[in-house]
């Protein structure tokens, strides 16, 4: 993945706010979260790389199908000004102006992609589309409007700030230890798009049709594998998008890339991470969706590069994924 030297970065909508950022939150075995298998997903022994907006939700009591479409609309309730009154800023992310930062730093190829995501959506949504409130990384743990959140959890969107919430320790301590992923420039870019596919269903309504949160056809399941397809429609597109000038920010992006970011969805299907901390497969406890659905709902996406080709909901089953 290479950026154009010459495009601009916005830094508007992301900050840093360091360890314990924000106030602290809900740190120890509240947000140590069990495995598949013995209650809710999520946390280094579940599924990480998701919404966990069920777990969440409960956490701060809020009623799932007042978000989005299901009741009061995303928009009716977005707030730029939250990005920079929540919390301070580190400055982590001052010296982030250029795509040639982003090609020689891992924290301004983050403001980059973040930038290509909104570029792309504002354009495939129009009338539709708001910029998500921000992107924030921390250290440790932070306070989110879902409520307090620790490292355990790893990236998260939270609908009720519209935040993307990230502890950068992630991809070594955990997606490329415990859960033996894969390393490459295109791990955290996959993430991050996931992520904001969150924010798009939000923004869609799509989160209010979430009524069943475990089980191999779950709705949760469904919610997960349309994020993920959503992260393959960006890639296909991700060199189209540009800065505010309409500088290209993305000059290629490689099958090599492409393959990255198919490996790291593998790596956090519910049957893999069963399977490397349980020993077992327990489908009946799945939130997020298995290696092979993962995979396959990505490159639905990222080959089709149409919103209608992402309907998780369409299919009985959702490994029954549509050729393209």
Known sequence: MRF????RLDRSRIRDVGRGGGGGGMSGPGMRLPIPGGGIGGGIGGVILLVLIFVLAQCAGLDLTSLGGGGTSASSVYDPSRISSAGGDTGRYDNCLTGEDANNSADCARV?????LTDFWSKELGSKFHPEAGVVTFTGN??????????????????VD?????D??????????????????FVEPYVLAHEYGHHIQNLLGTMSRVKTQQGPDSDSVRLELQADCYAGIWAKNATTTEDASGQVLILDLTQDDINTAIAAAQSVGDDRIQQETQGKVDEESWTHGSAAEREGWFTVGYKSGSLDKCDTWAPAHVDDIPQV
């Not at 980059?112 to 290509?116: D, I, L, Q, T």
């Not at 932070?142 to 609908?159: E, L, N």
């Not at 519209?162 to 990230?166: A, K, W």
């Open 4 to 7: 154009n030297p010459k495009a």
């Open 112 to 116: 980059a992609v973040e930038n290509s």
């Open 142 to 159: 932070t306070s989110t409007g879902c409520g307090g959140a620790t490292a355990d959890v790893g990236p998260f969107y939270c609908p």
């Open 162 to 166: 519209e935040t993307i919430y990230l």
């Open 168 to 185: 950068t320790t992630f991809y070594e301590d955990v997606l490329q230890g415990p859960l033996r992923g894969p390393k490459g420039a």
